[in-house]
């Protein structure tokens, strides 16, 4: 964030002097040996750090210091330089500081106390804002587990883990899920991306934004010349049905469900083995959502009965599938 705002600076007759000793400063007081194994051992851990160890982050005002300017003065003395340069007049064009936080609620219950803990220090600082990336509800149960508060609620008032929450969060802005034609826009605009430059898919993503908006389809998309995406658009069309019922229009859901679905493509190809997108993704549903009828089909297959069942199948619509409780309504067989 320093490096950010000290590219922001603007130093018009010598405006900027302040805000560029301040940065300087600032960045003398942490400590960067420290801050670079922290980084290190968070991306192994995949956890951010505890808060217990941000003042390491500060020179803890070692002998070897001998810049009085640098000395050790805490991290309330690092907040109010940090003010200071952000009250600087090289930086005030700036009108706000935003810093987002995303995927809080991935952490463990004792880093999200302690983010949000973090956050709440620097709140005070005057045009800074946090924007918090993170399912409410995960977030407000991690808080819950670690402080082990009572979950209670009553006559219908937030929980003790709520209340904490929301005196850091001051607003809340949910995410819809994504419709049927977003959807599909989401699952083609993913498989699109490898066969488009940057310029012809920043424009795939202009379009679809405008036909989701104005026609409520991809019908009209128009691809780039040169570019040959019917393949994409016709496996979206045909997971699209699958998967915005199944996965209730959850894009990291969608995503990692086409990971998957990519991957065993990979796998299947190189064994000299083809699959059709479309009847590979029900078979992952089924295996995902109907473990017990999925098994009763690699049953079928591994004894050699899975063609006669589904000709049984095909030739009478409605019978039940063994006495398993999910009525079968049709069944088309590839030849």
């Known amino acids: 964030m320093l490096f950010e705002l000290e590219?922001?600076?603007?130093?018009?007759?010598?405006?900027?002097?302040?805000?560029?000793?301040?940065?300087?400063?600032?960045?003398?007081?942490?400590?960067?040996?420290?801050?670079?194994?922290?980084?290190?051992s968070t991306a192994i851990t995949l956890q951010l750090p505890k808060l217990e160890d941000l003042?390491?982050?500060?020179?803890?005002?070692?002998?070897?210091?001998?810049?009085?300017?640098t000395k050790p003065q805490g991290m309330d003395q690092f907040r109010e330089d940090f003010e200071a340069l952000l009250d600087s007049d090289g930086l005030k064009h700036i009108s706000r500081v935003v810093v987002l936080v995303d995927d809080l609620d991935r952490c463990l219950p004792p880093t999200v106390v302690q983010t949000l803990e973090a956050i709440r220090?620097?709140?005070?600082?005057?045009?800074?804002?946090?924007?918090?990336?993170?399912?409410?509800?995960?977030?407000?149960?991690?808080?819950?587990?670690?402080?082990?508060l009572d979950d209670a609620r009553r006559d219908g008032e937030e929980t003790v883990a709520e209340l904490y929450l929301?005196?850091?969060?001051?607003?809340?802005?949910?995410?819809?899920?994504?419709?049927?034609?977003?959807?599909?826009?989401?699952?083609?605009?993913?498989?699109?991306?490898?066969?488009v430059d940057e310029d012809q898919y920043d424009q795939?993503?202009?379009?679809?934004?405008?036909?989701?908006?104005?026609?409520?389809?991809l019908e009209k998309l128009e691809v780039p010349d040169g570019v040959d995406l019917d393949e994409p658009?016709?496996?979206?069309?045909?997971?699209?049905?699958?998967?915005?019922?199944?996965?209730?229009?959850?894009?990291?859901r969608i995503?990692?469900?086409?990971?998957?679905?990519?991957?065993?493509?990979?796998?299947?190809?190189?064994r000299g083995i083809g699959m059709e997108p479309a009847a590979t993704a029900k078979l992952m549903v089924l295996e995902r959502l109907l473990k017990d009828e999925f098994a009763m089909v690699l049953g079928w297959?591994?004894?050699?009965?899975?063609r006669d069942r589904l000709d049984a199948v095909r030739s009478s619509p409605g019978v039940w599938c063994n006495g398993v409780g999910h009525r079968v309504i049709g069944c088309s067989v590839r030849r």
């Open 55 to 69: 003042p390491d982050l500060i020179n803890g005002g070692d002998e070897e210091s001998q810049d009085s300017e």
């Open 301 to 306: 297959l591994s004894r050699n009965e899975l």
């Open 204 to 217: 795939l993503v202009a379009d679809c934004t405008h036909l989701r908006h104005t026609e409520g389809s």
């Open 166 to 195: 929301h005196k850091i969060v001051q607003t809340t802005v949910p995410l819809p899920a994504l419709s049927r034609v977003d959807t599909q826009a989401y699952l083609f605009l993913l498989l699109c991306r490898a066969s």
């Open 255 to 270: 995503k990692r469900f086409l990971n998957d679905l990519n991957v065993r493509h990979t796998v299947a190809s190189h």
């Open 121 to 148: 220090l620097f709140l005070s600082a005057k045009r800074m804002s946090f924007v918090i990336a993170a399912d409410e509800a995960r977030v407000a149960e991690a808080i819950q587990h670690h402080l082990k």
């Open 7 to 40: 590219g922001a600076i603007k130093d018009t007759d010598g405006s900027g002097k302040k805000a560029f000793a301040l940065v300087k400063k600032l960045a003398k007081r942490v400590n960067w040996s420290k801050a670079i194994q922290m980084a290190a």
């Open 233 to 252: 658009l016709a496996i979206a069309a045909r997971l699209t049905p699958i998967l915005y019922e199944k996965l209730r229009g959850n894009p990291r």
